[in-house]
C-alpha cells in the first residue's frame, strides 16, 4: 500500500491551498481515509476523516468551517482543501487509510506534505 501526498507548499495568511493524496495498493473505496498534521513541537492532530462513500466529512474544532475534505474512488485520491489559512496551521500534513476509522494509530500512511504559513 501507498499513500502519496502531494500540494503543499509557502501561503500567506488568509490564502487557500489544496491537498492531494493518492492511494494504489489497496481498495480504495473500502477504507476510511483522512488527514492528521503534525506542528513544531506538537503531537499529531486530527484534521479530518471522511467515510468510504465521501458522503459525511469529519473535522477538527481547529479546522471545522475552513477546511473541507473529498474523495473521488474512481481517481483512488483523497484532497483537503484549506481556505483562510492561519500561521497556526503550520505543519506536516499526513493522509491515512484505514479498514475502520482513521485514528493515531492506522494502518498505513502518506509520507506527510508541508504546509507554512506566514503571517
Known amino acids: 500500500v501507498q499513500l502519496q501526498a502531494s500540494g503543499g507548499g509557502l501561503v500567506q495568511a488568509g490564502g487557500s491551498l489544496r491537498l492531494s493524496c493518492a492511494a494504489s495498493?489497496?481498495?480504495?473505496?473500502?477504507?476510511?481515509m483522512g488527514w492528521f498534521r503534525q506542528g513544531p513541537g506538537k503531537e499529531r492532530e486530527f484534521v479530518s476523516a471522511?467515510?468510504?462513500?465521501?458522503?459525511?466529512?469529519y473535522y477538527g474544532d481547529s479546522v471545522k468551517g475552513r477546511f473541507t475534505i473529498s474523495r473521488d474512488n474512481a481517481k483512488n485520491t483523497l484532497y483537503l482543501q484549506m481556505n483562510s489559512l492561519k500561521p497556526e496551521d503550520t505543519a506536516v500534513y499526513y493522509c491515512?487509510?484505514?479498514?475502520?476509522?482513521?485514528?493515531?494509530?492506522?494502518?498505513?500512511w502518506g509520507q506527510g506534505t508541508l504546509v507554512t504559513v506566514s503571517s
Open positions: 471522511v467515510s468510504r462513500s465521501g458522503s459525511t466529512g
Open positions: 495498493g489497496l481498495t480504495f473505496s473500502t477504507y476510511s
Open positions: 491515512a487509510a484505514d479498514r475502520v476509522y482513521v485514528t493515531r494509530n492506522s494502518e498505513y
